[in-house]
């Protein structure tokens, strides 16, 4: 059975649009119900809502569009998720010591609740066949694996580049439609990992320069966009840092200059236009 991919339209826009609208207004009732109920009762408020949302992922499996059975199983592995840390909750497990930052410490809790969601994620991408299931599967796998075999800091950027490595390496070789996913995280890890060492010095905003070219390129070699946008807001990033240093005189000890960030926007958006149309030049790669 082919994978299926979601096609933007009016529908499709609204679809989405509705689903993360709901998944939005349950993370505002899960922090109402939270704070106005005991544990006990907020695990059958979690329960509630989980099973309407299986209940409605059913009947649009069975007779509704395809794009909202996917979209309701991904808010009820939300749902699932939430229920589960409930359910923690009541039964008083804390399970953490050290926890100083998102990699620090022992977090055996959030470990299995992780594993847990992550089981759940597969079993609703093997029933519903729905790509953005992917986004969860790849995000909570990451998490898992840098915050076992990492402290935070530096290490954990270590861990987080190659990650994202691997991720690229998994898309080429997935179905393209499960694939983008696996490219979008692949790109924000890599890029992160990237950003988090080269962010302080002249030197590391060349550097950041030279990796978003990388990652344009990649996009367009690849014929994912995904890896194009991210190289796009890091050369943004970068004319951003430079217009503040040069304008302001920065290390050059110069007078402030007002036209400096103009010249450096029209800089960039002539270096957008020529990768453009290196980019129309190279044949789209055939299904």
Known sequence: MDVRKPRWSSASYLLYLGAFT?????????????????????????LLMLAVLLAVAGW??????????????????????????ALF?????????????????WHWVAWLLIVIV????????????FPLLVLTIALFAWFLVTDVVSGGGSWSAVVTLFIGIAYFFVALAVDRVYGF???????????????????????????VVLSSVLFIAIGV???RSSWTVIGSLGLLAAAVHF?????????????????????????????????????????????
């Not at 505002?28 to 005991?38: D, E, I, K, N, P």
């Not at 992550?118 to 066949?129: D, G, M």
């Not at 890599?190 to 080269?198: C, E, K, P, S």
């Open 89 to 105: 909750t009541w039964w008083g497990w804390g399970g953490e010591s050290g926890s100083a930052g998102p990699f620090r410490g």
């Open 181 to 207: 996913w696996m490219h979008v995280v692949s790109g924000l890890l890599v890029g992160g990992a990237l950003i988090y060492w080269w962010h302080s010095s002249t030197a590391d905003w060349w550097l």
């Open 243 to 287: 217009s503040i240093d040069w304008a302001s005189g920065g290390r050059f000890g110069l007078p402030t200059k007002g036209w400096v960030p103009i010249v450096v926007g029209a800089g960039l958006g002539f270096v957008f236009v020529l990768l453009g149309l290196w980019g129309a030049r190279r044949p789209l790669p055939v299904e």
């Open 221 to 223: 070699s690849a014929a």
């Open 22 to 46: 709901i998944l939005s207004a349950s993370g505002a009732a899960y922090a109402y119900l939270a704070s106005q109920y005991g544990d006990a009762a907020f695990v059958g408020w979690t």
């Open 118 to 129: 992550l089981a759940a994620s597969v079993a609703a991408l093997r029933a519903y066949r």
């Open 60 to 85: 649009l499996r069975r007779g509704g569009p395809w794009v909202a059975a996917g979209l309701f199983a991904y808010l009820s592995v939300s749902a699932f998720g939430t229920f589960v840390g």
